[in-house]
């Protein structure tokens, strides 16, 4: 039960009673019958509505819970902007390598918080009850899905998936409003002992859900919206877009950057192949000794190409990791947020409005079965006991009703931080277009090299197969560079460097 202010409680069940009135008087076809029996239900519930406006003794209460729920000005309106919500706390989740256990091995993760400087280690199982606790006194918050648990073992790459998609629950929790301020987390990232699980319960056990704790619960309707049902629908459907069009996005990103990757596999075994035939010792046959120079100068030339593809190779993977951890995982956290918004706002139709739904057809049925006990005259006592069930059920749908705008208070809520945190997407978007462009550069640069590598060998090889020795060959080759670099001068990062000491690291790398 709830604590109800006399004035607000006074007006709210005289709309609820006027509500009651026009349902029963539809029903009831007997002017006097409903006079007879409007007077006894009357009675009754003047009863009920004096113990409800009495809060239970054995129902705690959270002090904190006061002062977080009731800001200054509007309660409604979140006054939270990106930078601060990032920085209420930065959560990491690292996997512990050994597996502890006497027969059933199981993986351990370490929590740290740099909001509690703190550490701690926690199982999947702990981060379960975690997530549970958090839905039973959060009911109509944003509450993150956890990753799913699988039962007949772990792969690296599950185990890996599941450790990022933990991280981005703990931290979504760790920043956001009502969570951040609420014992159930500090406890979660601060306990050390080895029975975090049972202090969760412990925490919730008893407490009651934020409805029955804030203060606010029952005024909820008050700070409302006249059209709050027009704003809720246009919201969800704007929302269900935007998770649509980022999971393809993501889905996209992801590709990309797995490409990435393996673009830099292929690249540093082409590299190789292309040293172990600039090492290969195969002796000539001797119908090849006229051009023995020859090869040799393409195997040296062959060494210095496959260190330029490792550097592409490297270069790709810092890419595709960068564009995971910046770009894919934080899209990842982004759709996480709007997923856990598309779950509350069915947990709101399927819960609340359901519920309320049910109660209303209950305290029909009890209505006709009351009209029905009237006319056949029934004994006292039963009907006395049927009018005080229906009062009881006025009580059950009238506290119902006072949940469900609070439901739509929350989600409204709610709905700003969706809004909060969007900006957040042109972060990433930035990011990404960011790094193609410096990748693209990179490699329009690396291949330009390449480009060059190659003619210099050839142009050498043309020389060498002239009979001209190098104390012509490198003047001549020299000259011929500086024609070739000159395009290339913009790009290069070592703008003091002279050409001809450009020219000379190029023949280091061809190990000339």
Not at 39 to 61: D, F, H, I, T
Not at 447 to 455: I, N, R
Request: glycine fraction near 4%; charge should be neutral.
């Amino acid at each position: 039960m709830v604590s109800f202010k006399s004035s607000k409680h006074s007006e709210q069940e005289c709309q609820h009673r006027n509500f009651m009135r026009s349902t029963e008087q539809s029903l009831l076809s007997n002017e006097g019958e409903w006079n007879n029996f409007e007077n006894q239900r009357l009675c009754l519930a003047a009863g009920a509505c004096s113990y409800l406006a009495k809060p239970p003794v054995n129902e705690p209460r959270e002090p904190e819970q006061f002062l977080m729920q009731a800001p200054q000005g509007n309660p409604l309106l979140l006054s939270h902007t990106l930078q601060e919500l990032l920085s209420k706390d930065s959560v990491q989740v690292e996997l512990i390598p050994e597996k502890k256990g006497l027969f059933l091995k199981h993986v351990e993760y370490e929590v740290s918080s740099k909001r509690f400087k703190c550490s701690v280690y926690r199982r999947y199982n702990d981060f379960v009850v975690f997530h549970e606790m958090l839905l039973q006194k959060f009911p109509y918050r944003m509450v993150p899905a956890l990753p799913p648990k699988r039962m007949l073992g772990a792969d690296r790459e599950f185990i890996e998936s599941r450790r990022r998609a933990l991280k981005r629950f703990i931290n979504l929790v760790a920043r956001h409003p009502p969570f951040s301020e609420d014992v159930l987390l500090k406890l979660f990232l601060s306990f050390s002992g080895s029975d975090v699980q049972n202090k969760l319960r412990e925490l919730v056990q008893g407490v009651g859900d934020e409805f029955m704790t804030c203060r606010l619960a029952t005024q909820a309707k008050d700070f409302l919206p006249a059209d709050i049902q027009a704003q809720f629908a246009a919201s969800r459907e704007l929302i269900r877009n935007i998770y649509n069009s980022f999971y393809k996005l993501r889905d996209r990103a992801e590709r990309i950057a797995s490409r990435a990757i393996d673009n830099a596999s292929d690249l540093l075994i082409f590299g190789k192949e292309l040293s172990a035939l600039g090492s290969d010792t195969t002796p000539l046959p001797s119908w090849a000794a006229l051009n023995n120079s020859t090869w040799g100068t393409l195997k040296q030339a062959l060494k210095g190409l496959s260190v330029e593809f490792a550097l592409l190779a490297d270069k790709a993977v810092q890419q595709g990791k960068q564009e995971e951890n910046d770009v894919v995982e934080k899209l990842n956290l982004f759709l996480d947020l709007l997923q856990s918004y598309k779950d509350l706002c069915e947990r709101h139709e399927k819960g609340v409005l359901h519920k309320h739904q049910r109660a209303l057809h209950k305290y029909s049925m009890m209505k006709k079965q009351m009209m029905s006990a009237t006319v056949q005259n029934k004994e006292p006592e039963s009907v006395e006991q049927l009018e005080s069930r229906i009062v009881e059920q006025e009580n059950a749908i009238l506290t119902m009703e006072l949940r469900n705008y609070f439901s739509l208070y929350c989600l409204h809520q709610e709905t700003q931080l969706i809004h909060i945190y969007l900006p957040l997407t042109s972060h990433i978007l930035g990011a990404f277009v960011n790094s193609q462009i410096q990748g693209h550069k990179e490699g329009v640069l690396q291949d330009s090299v390449l480009s060059l590598e190659l003619k210099i060998a050839t142009k050498l090889l043309f020389l060498k197969q002239q009979g001209k020795p190098m104390d012509i060959i490198w003047p001549h080759l020299t000259e011929w560079h500086l024609i070739q670099l000159k395009p290339l001068r913009p790009h290069f990062w070592w703008e003091k460097t002279t050409w001809h000491e450009i020219v000379s690291c190029f023949f280091c790398c061809l190990e000339f």
